[in-house]
């Protein structure tokens, strides 16, 4: 295959697992752990995350809302509390490897689904990390946010959006994600779909795809 694209997700392939903090968050509140999957899983394309996801709701109306769905499963959680350890810490081999598949001549761009909140489009609380993630971003040819655009993953139509504005056929893309259900239209679409659950895992499977050693 001649792949000359490579398209990430951003909280979780290049930073790592927002899930992991929200286990610690969940520890801290006294609540069953993975409480906030269960809250999201619930009603996923109209919950409180997926409106927040396509600015449908603003930060003050996403708590609002996610402590509703919450307490109805009988768990007492806030929204804000959720949005203050969603920024994930950058990975540095994934950062290499942007840096070396530029080098090399490959496009890269990013499908992020992301809130109006935060800074930037990592959704960074704090300016050091919000500055890191804005260089990161910087190397990317084209992003979609979902926020910005108003559609989220897995949707469809965000893949497709993004091949039309690189100019690029599916089959010349790979598409890397953390969340099997984000990566199984990329792969209906054409693209060639790696589940990421780790950066050596991925960036294995990625290298293997490229016939490159990475980072």
């Given at each position: 295959?001649?792949?000359?694209?490579?398209?990430?997700?951003?909280?979780?392939?290049?930073?790592?697992?927002?899930?992991?903090?929200?286990?610690?968050?969940?520890?801290?509140?006294?609540?069953?752990?993975?409480?906030?999957?269960?809250?999201?899983?619930?009603?996923?394309?109209?919950?409180?995350?997926?409106?927040?996801?396509?600015?449908?709701?603003?930060?003050?109306?996403?708590?609002?809302?996610?402590?509703?769905?919450?307490?109805?499963?009988?768990?007492?959680?806030?929204?804000?509390?959720?949005?203050?350890?969603?920024?994930?810490?950058?990975?540095?081999?994934?950062?290499?490897?942007?840096?070396?598949?530029?080098?090399?001549?490959?496009?890269?761009?990013?499908?992020?689904?992301?809130?109006p909140a935060g800074k930037g489009a990592g959704m960074a609380m704090d300016d050091e990390k919000a500055e890191a993630v804005k260089a990161i971003m910087?190397?990317?040819?084209?992003?979609?946010?979902?926020?910005?655009?108003?559609?989220?993953?897995?949707?469809?139509?965000?893949?497709?959006?993004?091949?039309?504005?690189?100019?690029?056929?599916?089959?010349?893309?790979?598409?890397?994600?953390?969340?099997?259900?984000?990566?199984?239209?990329?792969?209906?679409?054409?693209?060639?779909?790696?589940?990421?659950?780790?950066?050596?895992?991925?960036?294995?499977?990625?290298?293997?795809?490229?016939?490159?050693?990475?980072?």
């Amino acid at each position: 295959m001649n792949y000359t694209t490579v398209i990430w997700d951003f909280g979780g392939v290049i930073t790592s697992s927002p899930f992991e903090a929200f286990n610690r968050l969940e520890a801290e509140k006294g609540v069953p752990q993975n409480s906030v999957r269960q809250i999201n899983s619930a009603n996923p394309d109209d919950n409180a995350w997926a409106q927040f996801e396509r600015a449908e709701l603003d930060a003050a109306g996403f708590d609002e809302a996610f402590a509703a769905e919450a307490k109805a499963l009988g768990i007492e959680l806030r929204g804000a509390d959720v949005l203050a350890v969603l920024a994930g810490d950058v990975r540095p081999n994934m950062v290499a490897t942007l840096d070396r598949l530029k080098a090399e001549g490959f496009t890269i761009a990013c499908i992020t689904n992301n809130v109006p909140a935060g800074k930037g489009a990592g959704m960074a609380m704090d300016d050091e990390k919000a500055e890191a993630v804005k260089a990161i971003m910087q190397r990317f040819d084209h992003i979609i946010e979902s926020s910005k655009a108003g559609v989220r993953k897995p949707d469809p139509r965000i893949y497709q959006m993004m091949c039309e504005a690189l100019g690029k056929e599916p089959s010349e893309c790979i598409y890397l994600d953390d969340l099997g259900i984000n990566c199984k239209p990329a792969a209906q679409l054409g693209m060639a779909a790696i589940k990421v659950s780790g950066e050596e895992q991925a960036l294995g499977e990625l290298g293997a795809l490229l016939e490159m050693q990475l980072p």
